[in-house]
């Protein structure tokens, strides 16, 4: 399963070469090095923007003095965000090893590699010992991992007492078919699609308390409609970067997705729980 989610990410249009592209083209001739907030409108790859991690944020209690971790962090993009707004130290873990070093080399180019660090690793087997963190969060990621519950009791564990949880993920509704199910796994690696009920049993089983469940669904409907559009607008530079092929691919799998959202066979929820 690994394989299929590092696959699916080395070939995604969201990469480390387009964020420094796009911040280049809005820069233009500035002089000096980038900051963080240059690249908060390109490096976000979850639904949401910014907003979506301030939620995540407030939710799990993050502030100044906070030890936090980012579960499969991608290319660092949430972590820059919570270490310059938060003023608090990041730790992201990430299984790819190019989203990894591309999410170390961000940071440092934006000055943030004393606030942010990145430590590629596996979610199911998280390289941190026992309490060593205050707040988790996560966006969108657990899709990929079928083993789940264990990803959440590794999540438990690194956390202090009264350690605060905060994820979003994508939910599988009634009306998802198998043969979607299975495009799903085939075109984006998403594995064992969780329900609202599902996630908050998990947390659950994994030991948690206070756990908290919230639909989003209607939130990142609009979100994704956008996505698909800009991706589309983008079709000149993605197919300098990445081809003809790969343009028309993840177009189709875009709208793919986007209709499984218009037609209520998939959601959102965001999650919340204490050790």
Same mark, same amino acid.
């Given at each position: 399963?690994?394989?299929?989610?590092?696959?699916?990410?080395?070939?995604?249009?969201?990469?480390?070469?387009?964020?420094?592209?796009?911040?280049?083209?809005?820069?233009?001739?500035?002089?000096?090095?980038?900051?963080?907030?240059?690249?908060?409108?390109?490096?976000?790859?979850?639904?949401?923007?910014?907003?979506?991690?301030?939620?995540?944020?407030?939710?799990?209690?993050?502030?100044?003095?906070?030890?936090?971790?980012?579960?499969?962090?991608?290319?660092?993009?949430?972590?820059?965000?919570?270490?310059?707004?938060?003023?608090?130290?990041?730790?992201?873990?990430?299984?790819?090893?190019?989203?990894?070093?591309?999410?170390?080399?961000?940071?440092?180019?934006?000055?943030?590699?004393?606030?942010?660090?990145?430590?590629?690793?596996?979610?199911?087997?998280?390289?941190?010992?026992?309490? *060593?963190?205050?707040?988790?969060?996560?966006?969108?990621?657990?899709?990929?991992?079928?083993?789940?519950?264990?990803?959440?009791?590794?999540?438990?564990?690194?956390?202090?007492?009264?350690?605060?949880?905060?994820?979003?993920?994508?939910?599988?509704?009634?009306?998802?078919?198998?043969?979607?199910?299975?495009?799903?796994?085939?075109? *984006?690696?998403?594995?064992?699609?969780?329900?609202?009920?599902?996630?908050?049993?998990?947390?659950?089983?994994?030991?948690?308390?206070?756990?908290?469940?919230?639909?989003?669904?209607?939130?990142?409907?609009?979100?994704?409609?956008?996505?698909?559009? *800009?991706?589309?607008? *983008?079709?000149?530079?993605?197919?300098?970067?990445?081809?003809?092929?790969?343009?028309?691919?993840?177009?189709?799998?875009?709208?793919?997705?986007?209709?499984?959202?218009?037609?209520?066979?998939?959601?959102?929820?965001?999650?919340?729980?204490?050790?």
């Amino acid at each position: 399963m690994s394989d299929r989610v590092i696959d699916f990410y080395d070939r995604h249009p969201i990469s480390e070469e387009q964020v420094l592209r796009a911040v280049g083209r809005r820069r233009g001739s500035r002089v000096g090095s980038p900051t963080a907030e240059d690249l908060f409108d390109f490096d976000q790859d979850h639904y949401g923007g910014l907003g979506a991690v301030e939620a995540l944020a407030r939710r799990a209690g993050i502030g100044a003095a906070s030890r936090v971790l980012d579960v499969c962090a991608g290319l660092g993009g949430p972590a820059r965000f919570l270490a310059s707004h938060r003023r608090c130290r990041v730790v992201g873990v990430e299984l790819n090893q190019r989203r990894a070093e591309g999410a170390a080399r961000l940071s440092r180019l934006v000055g943030l590699a004393g606030r942010v660090r990145i430590v590629r690793g596996d979610a199911t087997a998280l390289p941190f010992g026992t309490a *060593m963190f205050d707040a988790c969060v996560s966006q969108e990621a657990l899709l990929h991992i079928d083993r789940k519950l264990l990803v959440l009791e590794e999540c438990r564990r690194v956390l202090v007492p009264g350690g605060r949880l905060a994820f979003t993920d994508w939910l599988a509704r009634p009306r998802l078919g198998d043969r979607e199910r299975e495009q799903l796994w085939r075109w *984006m690696a998403a594995t064992t699609l969780q329900t609202l009920e599902g996630y908050r049993a998990l947390l659950g089983r994994a030991g948690f308390g206070a756990v908290g469940a919230e639909d989003v669904s209607d939130e990142w409907r609009p979100i994704l409609r956008e996505r698909l559009r *800009m991706f589309r607008a *983008m079709r000149a530079d993605t197919v300098a970067r990445l081809g003809e092929t790969r343009f028309e691919e993840y177009d189709r799998l875009y709208a793919f997705f986007v209709g499984l959202i218009e037609a209520g066979k998939l959601g959102g929820g965001r999650f919340t729980a204490t050790r």
